[in-house]
């Protein structure tokens, strides 16, 4: 299994934002669309603002695999859910540490996505 480099994780944790494309069922790429991306450890994570009615995140669901781009780290990735409430709680922290500058009408929705939390994993 790849895993992430010191410097790839360090480059996407400290961008705003990462430029997420999942893969469609028919094998083509969805159109990039931003999101926020928090790191925990070795980990990168990400949320669907809109929760489980996002379109990016059902496609990523759908096929677990996709490309991201952020921090000029560009990657395939697979994409992993995470129901484990541990990781979940690091992830709410890790929301609110980075992104808590901009308020609780962007962040807070973030955090109640809990349901939506996807591990990036590089491929």
């Known amino acids: 299994m790849t895993t992430w480099t010191d410097g790839e994780l360090q480059r996407i944790a400290e961008a705003d934002e990462l430029e997420m494309a999942p893969l469609r069922r028919d094998g083509t ?16 994570y990400v949320r669907s603002f809109r929760g489980t009615a996002g379109g990016w995140w059902r496609t990523a669901v759908a096929t677990h695999a996709g490309h991201v781009r952020s921090g000029g780290v560009d990657k395939d990735v697979t994409f992993a859910e995470v129901p484990d409430p541990e990781t979940n709680d690091r992830v709410d922290t890790a ?8 308020g609780g009408a962007y962040v807070d ?9 996807l591990r990036l994993l590089p491929g």
């Open 29 to 44: 790429l969805r159109a990039p669309v931003p999101v926020w991306v928090v790191r925990d450890g070795d980990d990168l």
């Open 95 to 102: 929301y609110r540490s980075k992104y808590g500058r901009l």
């Open 109 to 117: 929705p973030m955090v109640a996505a809990r349901a939506t939390t």
